[in-house]
């Protein structure tokens, strides 16, 4: 005997019921969400790039879909009415009449959208286990549904016709989603609440999305919660195979090089060491060609900059590196190369995707750090953990670990943020931030330096760190 949940059933055969409806009059009801639904769009294509792969569960009518610009856009609704309202308005993407509950499709995808589904289901868990089934380890999941806080005034809006009808729903907290993305095998890497006013109020609303749903006390009225998950770390066989290439910018670093060519450990499938030399004053180019030389069981190479500061020296090593994941090393060793082997494990584990070192963890001795460095680092963590929605301690740390693939979505988009870091953290960090990449913190021991003076002046260094976070609070929390 085959058991069947005739709640289950009453329950699918009204919603189904409701929706075919619906979309017989979809133009109609469109138009009175389409001041929460436009928001809702904009933000995101803010998180997903154009032309990803892309993957809608409750497509509807295929707006959404249409907006994020996809390459391959696949939509997925049980109403046949509205998938058929979605291939007439978007012919150039794909449509599937199924039910998300037993979604089987056979491939994955880069970004798997589900807004506004989560609430109007019978089983949320069993919807975000086929989604998982369809997430690949660079997977990003983007789900959004409603506060409990506006299920009266949504109720009244559909009472008075100012909204489409709704049936009873699924009022989840942000941590009841956050435990059934849990068990359905996905992990949350950020969340936040948009949509204050969904109403047409000129001046008001853009500020109010924008800039005041992000500040307390109104972040607590937000209309929708959004999360945004990955599959739960586990081994990943592939990055196991990564060839690594550890970056090392070097100016005024004569007295460094052979030990960073002697004390860099191998990783992965292979490490690479690659140099890039910048108007040094002492003979760090010469030491570099002698070293390289004198060590020709290391694989090892060496550039000059064209450009000025760090930032444009690392993203010159990017440029001539071939390996599969790209590591930065200080060559001033205040972290040791020793300690690389635990940001490659981080990775490779599957733990995060972007590892930053922290140095503001362990007792650091007394020339290690100067005063006011550290009390200013300690305050620009809090400030962008706040900014990027994850918790990262320290920001300024110069060891950073991010994939090629990764490495070559942020250079794509750099634009988004201009070209204006002379160190390089922030515009790995920024880019991490917007695309999504779970940051894992690795605090190290840093040391003083043995060979050489600081090449950063910490005061116009601080002028810089507070431009580009007020830069990138407009970019990324205010977006």
Not at 260 to 282: C, H, K, W, Y
Not at 455 to 476: K, P, Q
Request: aromatic share 12%.
């Amino acid at each position: 005997m085959i058991y069947t949940d005739s709640w289950a059933e009453q329950h699918r055969a009204e919603r189904l019921g409701h929706w075919e409806g619906l979309a017989e009059g979809f133009d109609a009801w469109r138009k009175k969400r389409a001041n929460y639904q436009d928001r809702i769009s904009e933000y995101y294509r803010f998180l997903i790039p154009p032309q990803m792969k892309v993957l809608e569960i409750g497509c509807a009518g295929g707006d959404l879909l249409a907006a994020v610009r996809p390459a391959r856009g696949v939509g997925v609704d049980w109403s046949g009415k509205l998938v058929e309202v979605a291939r007439r308005r978007y012919p150039e993407l794909h449509f599937v009449v199924a039910d998300a509950h037993e979604l089987e499709l056979g491939e994955t995808f880069d970004y798997i959208i589900c807004s506004d589904v989560l609430n109007d289901v019978w089983d949320a868990q069993k919807i975000l286990t086929a989604i998982a089934r369809h997430c690949g380890p660079t997977t990003r999941v983007i789900l959004n549904v409603f506060s409990h806080l506006w299920s009266w005034p949504r109720k009244v809006a559909g009472r008075i016709g100012y909204a489409p009808p709704q049936l009873t729903q699924n009022w989840l907290t942000p941590e009841d989603v956050v435990n059934l993305l849990g068990l359905a095998g996905l992990e949350l890497v950020r969340q936040s609440g948009e949509v204050l006013c969904p109403f047409p109020i000129p001046l008001l609303r853009g500020f109010a999305d924008r800039y005041l749903v992000h500040l307390w006390p109104f972040k607590e009225l937000a209309l929708t919660n959004v999360f945004i998950a990955r599959l739960q770390a586990a081994p990943v066989e592939e990055r196991r195979k990564a060839k690594v290439s550890v970056i090392v910018a070097a100016r005024n670093e004569e007295g460094n090089i052979a030990q960073i060519l002697e004390r860099t450990p191998q990783m992965g499938a292979g490490t690479e060491l690659i140099f890039v030399e910048g108007n040094s004053t002492d003979k760090t180019w010469e030491a570099i060609q002698r070293e390289i030389a004198a060590h020709p069981e290391v694989d090892a190479r060496a550039y000059q900059q064209t450009g000025k500061g760090k930032g444009d020296a690392v993203r010159k090593g990017y440029s001539e590196a071939t390996g599969d994941l790209y590591m930065i090393l200080d060559a001033d060793l205040t972290v040791p190369p020793e300690d690389l082997p635990r940001f490659y494990e981080a990775w490779a584990s599957g733990k995060g995707d972007f590892i930053n070192g922290v140095r503001l963890v362990y007792p650091m001795r007394d020339q290690a750090m100067r005063f006011a460095n550290h009390v200013a680092n300690k305050g620009f963590s809090l400030g962008f953990s706040w900014l990027l929605g994850q918790p990262i301690k320290d920001t300024l740390c110069g060891t950073k670990v991010l994939s090629a693939k990764h490495y070559a979505l942020l250079a794509a988009n750099r634009a988004y943020f201009g070209d204006f870091d002379p160190y390089g953290d922030f515009d790995l960090i920024f880019g991490a931030a917007r695309f999504n990449l779970k940051i894992v913190d690795i605090p190290i021991r840093y040391r003083e330096r043995t060979y050489g003076e600081t090449n950063i002046s910490r005061w116009s260094g601080g002028v810089t760190l507070l431009r580009m976070f007020f830069f990138a609070l407009r970019r990324l929390r205010f977006a």
